[in-house]
């Protein structure tokens, strides 16, 4: 598969760029943004990077696709783009057009915002999120970028009108010294924290009550599906590393895609095998995945289980939905929208098998990565169907605020490409709490306590993460 990126070997910026952000800045009155960029000899672990560099600036990042040998990793803030309510998705786009014209660099290479959104508006406050808001991208002090075999290092630092350039130089090459050295820093593998509390919310016999409503409101046709989630919470006697965490979730699945934002106190994280979209040169590519079942105790009890997955028409009905809500989204601004031959496949997991269908597109004019994340989000893969009643019957049945879980989370660039994936598998890490999610797709036939098994098979992966398995 073609890498999402392509990266040029740059130009080497001198001192020159920051008296240009600086002219800039004082000509529009405003702040604007100076970044370097320069190679690096070898290809640095992202995670030992984001351990190291956000030990020492704070609000680490990543995006991580060892898959595909792309990696995103970061740490400081040179520029934040939040946003609140139902226009979150437009709100970040504009915010993104308007930075295009305040940055100075001298490179061609990929320049990324990285970060997330809520999965529905928050019109309460909760506890549980009030770091993070309904959306938040954010442009790193420092990032390690990789891509076609080679890596990259890249410092930005803001500049005001009343700025000092010399100040400005100063920090960028300090920035830049200390990254070479996190560059090379070995990735810390700490002991997992020890398990000192655990609670479900809601308790099972609640969620299985919620799960039966979902299939009587299903069987009167009130809608066709309904996604519902619950959260697991850990309490730890120390601290967990986010790191150490993502490292082990890579060993196990290093097909997933691997994300992490710290704000403030908290750190979300998760490895998730479900793209949302990617945009790449006009080419859409979405990933369809719905209907589960779990891994075999050896591959002739996987294969066996495999089989049962693809001739189940519980879970063929889920994923045919899924499917059919993605073709619909895309067709009104794509053309070529077509499922992959020999769809749907088996693809799997540390812990579960999922029906898998690839579905690409192309749009026939420029676009912005993010107008598609906010046509596809929520699929009913993670909503339901149709979209408007089955969020009706979330709010309703669920006892929980999702926040950023099942949400889109990757990275875009200035000119609107980029890839967003559905921040399944996650979890939300507060000082010694963790808060982890998984949801399973309700339909007319499903059975209270085996949705609630599902679950616990797709905690699974996370919970030995924190050595909480």
């Avoid at 640095?44 to 995103?72: C, E, K, M, N, Y």
């Avoid at 010294?177 to 560059?183: D, I, K, M, S």
């Avoid at 107008?371 to 009643?389: F, Q």
């Avoid at 306590?449 to 992966?461: F, V």
Wanted: charged share 20%; net charge negative; glycine share 6%.
């Amino acid at each position: 598969m073609t890498p999402t990126l392509e990266l040029e070997r740059p130009t080497v910026a001198a001192f020159g760029d920051v008296e240009t952000a600086l002219q800039l800045a004082r000509q529009l009155s405003r702040q604007t943004l100076v970044s370097r960029i320069e190679a690096l000899p070898a290809i640095p672990d992202p995670l030992a990077f984001l351990h190291a560099a956000s030990q020492a600036l704070g609000h680490g990042v990543l995006w991580d696709q060892t898959a595909f040998g792309i990696a995103f990793a970061g740490a400081g803030i040179a520029h934040t783009i939040a946003a609140n309510g139902s226009s979150r998705f437009g709100s970040v786009s504009s915010a993104i057009a308007d930075l295009n014209d305040h940055i100075v660099r001298d490179d061609d290479v990929a320049f990324p915002l990285i970060g997330g959104f809520a999965f529905s508006p928050s019109y309460e406050e909760s506890p549980t999120w009030q770091e993070l808001p309904d959306a938040l991208l954010v442009i790193p002090s420092v990032l390690v970028q990789t891509a076609n075999g080679s890596a990259f290092l890249r410092a930005t630092a803001p500049v005001d009108p009343d700025t000092s350039p010399a100040d400005v130089n100063a920090a960028l090459c300090s920035t830049m010294e200390q990254a070479r050295r996190w560059a090379q820093s070995p990735l810390a593998q700490p002991h997992a924290p020890a398990l000192i509390g655990r609670s479900s919310v809601p308790e099972r016999p609640v969620w299985e009550s919620s799960v039966a409503a979902a299939v009587a409101l299903i069987c009167q046709d009130h809608l066709d599906k309904v996604v519902l989630a619950r959260e697991e919470r850990l309490l730890f006697d120390h601290a967990p590393s986010p790191a150490a965490t993502l490292a082990r979730l890579r060993e196990v699945d290093p097909a997933a895609t691997r994300f992490a934002l710290q704000s403030g106190a908290s750190w979300f994280i998760g490895s998730t095998p479900e793209r949302l979209v990617r945009l790449r040169d006009f080419r859409v590519d979405v990933t369809c995945l719905a209907g589960s079942i779990a891994i075999g105790r050896d591959d002739a009890e996987t294969n066996a289980l495999s089989a049962q997955l693809l001739a189940s028409a519980k879970d063929r009905e889920e994923h045919d939905i899924v499917v059919r809500s993605t073709i619909d989204a895309l067709q009104d601004i794509c053309e070529l929208v077509a499922p992959a031959p020999d769809s749907p496949r088996v693809v799997q997991a540390r812990s579960v098998q999922h029906l898998e269908t690839p579905v690409s597109a192309w749009m026939p004019r420029a676009g912005h990565v993010l107008d598609l994340v906010e046509r596809l989000h929520p699929t009913p893969a993670v909503g339901g169907y149709p979209r408007d009643r089955a969020l009706t019957a979330i709010r309703e049945l669920e006892a929980f605020d999702r926040g950023w879980y099942a949400a889109p989370f990757g990275w875009t660039d200035l000119h609107g490409e980029g890839e967003f994936a559905v921040a399944i598998r996650s979890a939300l890490l507060t000082g010694r709490a963790a808060s982890l999610f998984a949801g399973c797709g309700i339909v007319a036939e499903s059975v209270p306590a085996a949705e609630w098994d599902e679950t616990c098979l797709k905690l699974r992966p996370m919970l030995a993460a924190l050595g909480a398995a």
